[in-house]
DNA sequence: CACGAACCTGAACTCTTTCTGAAAATCCGG
DNA sequence: CCGGATTTTCAGAAAGAGTTCAGGTTCGTG
């Protein structure tokens, strides 16, 4: 589940950043409106969020040029404390939601899985397919034998992308974009050693490997 | 992988043409902004490369024509250098690329394969001939009687190019262009190995023999 | 009708991709 | 700084895809 942060200020990127990613993201930091612009275009995150207040140009304008470029993904804003102003303008501009400086990274937690659900049209934050429902909240997997199984980070991340379609066909690289953001590269492997742990929760019928393709979760029973 | 090329410069159209086929697609030429609206909307493509200066129309109307009359698939835009106005305008109307010219073919076939594979999760893509249906995203082959074969990389290239062409012939010659680059080139009795095994799949008759001609895949259930 | 060319067929071979189990490295709370 | 949980790497085994081969069959032509 990658994202994109867009806030100069380092030091409150990177604590934002590392509490994300104990909630399961993966996030690319950027610290300027140019950068931003072209990250957004040319990567593929599920959201971002972006702060108004950039040292080379206005954030509101990085959010107009993705949108006219359509870049889709929902993004939400950053704004001073009761600036009415700039949340109309942002959502003018097509922003999802905003937040107010300074909030509790629990709560842009909860708002950003708030709009990347309304983004694909789901509102549970259950993934169910087959007998197997993903808990999106207790970041864990259900089994309809009444077996419920807690998943690690890597774990969950991965499950989630290949249960959210099932039946598609996601390339080893494809799934390496979703779980490691630019700076993290591991050995390919990586995949195919995750896989193999899903494979003893959910059975190795469930997660079929098309060879040369990449890998799928069975719709089918 | 059929495509719809639309660029009033003939000689330039040819050649981008030969180049694109080499490259595995196949590709219909329209010189007339008429014409391309009405090719858009009845064949069925998988991507358009559309230049923006025509003698009958300006190519942005075409562009808005085929969105507003739901034709999905991705376009690509071909614009003079640095016209800035033409590529906003183009996105605005619905574009999903665009390149300027001059350009190398090879960069456009890279950004034809990107704006595909974009748009490939939207669009449930799939080559219907008689009782068989070929299932472009996930590589497969579905028959009439409910049965499904997942296909392996040479096997679906191979049926993807007989079936896009019902009833017409292709010479060894012109499968071995199709599947293999300049620098491998195996024994050509490579293609009768896969037409075999292909007709195990969708029975003897589907794919016929010309002597000393080629092969074909055939129309009639 | 005989002959050669083109095509078919099944199996064997090679090479790449994936699987697998375990070990090493890293992270994280206490 | 320690110990457990998690992530990452590694290397050999297994499976599968791609390719070749050798011999058989069919077809068209002279």
Same mark, same amino acid.
């Given at each position: 589940?990658? !994202?994109?942060?867009?806030? $100069? #200020?380092? +030091?409150?990127?990177?604590?934002? %950043?590392?509490? =994300?990613?104990?909630?399961?993201?993966?996030?690319?930091?950027?610290?300027?409106?140019?950068?931003?612009?072209?990250?957004?275009?040319?990567?593929?995150?599920?959201?971002?969020?972006?702060?108004?207040?950039?040292?080379?140009?206005?954030?509101?304008?990085?959010?107009?040029?993705?949108?006219?470029?359509?870049?889709?993904?929902?993004?939400?804003?950053?704004?001073?404390?009761?600036?009415?102003?700039?949340?109309?303008?942002? !959502?003018?501009?097509?922003? $999802? #939601?905003? +937040?107010?400086k300074p909030f509790? %990274?629990?709560? =842009?937690?909860?708002?950003?899985?708030?709009?990347?659900?309304?983004?694909?049209?789901?509102?549970?934050?259950?993934?169910?397919?087959?007998?197997?429902?993903?808990?999106?909240?207790?970041?864990?997997?259900?089994?309809?034998?009444?077996?419920?199984?807690?998943?690690?980070?890597?774990?969950?991340?991965?499950?989630?992308?290949?249960?959210?379609?099932p039946g598609h066909?996601?390339?080893?690289?494809?799934?390496?974009?979703? !779980?490691?953001?630019?700076?993290?590269?591991?050995?390919?492997?990586?995949?195919?050693?995750?896989?193999?742990?899903?494979?003893?929760?959910?059975?190795?019928?469930?997660?079929?490997?098309?060879?040369?393709?990449?890998?799928?979760?069975?719709?089918?029973?």
């Amino acid at each position: 589940m990658r !994202l994109l942060l867009v806030e $100069d #200020d380092r +030091l409150l990127a990177e604590g934002i %950043t590392s509490q =994300l990613e104990k909630a399961g993201f993966s996030v690319d930091i950027t610290h300027t409106a140019k950068e931003a612009v072209i990250l957004g275009e040319q990567e593929d995150y599920k959201a971002g969020v972006l702060d108004l207040g950039l040292p080379d140009g206005n954030g509101l304008d990085v959010l107009r040029q993705w949108r006219s470029s359509k870049v889709t993904f929902p993004v939400l804003i950053l704004t001073a404390r009761g600036d009415w102003q700039d949340k109309v303008n942002g !959502l003018k501009a097509g922003a $999802d #939601d905003y +937040l107010a400086k300074p909030f509790q %990274t629990e709560e =842009l937690i909860a708002r950003l899985n708030a709009i990347m659900r309304r983004s694909e049209g789901r509102v549970h934050s259950t993934v169910k397919v087959g007998r197997f429902e993903l808990d999106e909240n207790r970041q864990c997997l259900q089994i309809e034998d009444g077996t419920e199984h807690s998943l690690t980070g890597t774990e969950f991340r991965l499950l989630r992308c290949l249960m959210g379609r099932p039946g598609h066909i996601f390339s080893k690289e494809q799934l390496m974009e979703q !779980l490691y953001n630019l700076n993290e590269s591991p050995n390919e492997n990586i995949i195919e050693a995750y896989i193999r742990r899903l494979r003893k929760l959910v059975g190795p019928e469930t997660i079929a490997t098309r060879r040369g393709q990449g890998y799928l979760f069975n719709d089918a029973v």
